[in-house]
Nanobody, 125 residues
Framework: QVQLEESGGGLVQAGDSLRLSCRAS????????LGWFRQAPGREREFVAA????????YYGDSVKGRFTISRDNSESTVSLQMNMLKPEDTAVYYC??????????????????WGQGTQVTVSS
């Protein structure tokens, strides 16, 4: 059983940057694809980014391409999301997720096996 714990959320202004981190415990993190999703009030969960086990292959949601960067450190069992040029529409609860596959990156949340509790990101205009 893998436990995921996010940190780094907060209130920022449009154009600012923020870095989210997620620490995994209870399993060998290098056996998992790690990713980030988000959900804004009244909206469906949205794929943000995901990374294969080695950190060599990544995918991003269209709305964050060019602004967000996902990375991982398997020695520290962490995955991070660097968010630049934040917009008010980035406001959401951000969730870290793990999928039991080393290479098969998925953009559908149902294919992920473990989830964190989420961290709130609020971007003011």
């Amino acid at each position: 059983q893998v436990q995921l714990e996010e940190s780094g959320g907060g209130l920022v202004q449009a154009g600012d940057s923020l870095r989210l981190s997620c620490r995994a415990s209870g399993g060998a993190v290098n056996n998992y694809v790690l990713g980030w999703f988000r959900q804004a009030p009244g909206r469906e969960r949205e794929f943000v980014a995901a990374l294969n086990w080695a950190g060599t292959n990544s995918y991003y949601g269209d709305s964050v391409k060019g602004r967000f960067t996902i990375s991982r450190d398997n020695s520290e069992s962490t995955v991070s999301l660097q968010m630049n040029m934040l917009k008010p529409e980035d406001t959401a609860v951000y969730y870290c997720a793990a999928r039991m596959s080393r290479e098969r990156i998925a953009m559908t949340g149902d294919l992920y096996n473990y989830w964190g509790q989420g961290t709130q990101v609020t971007v003011s205009s």
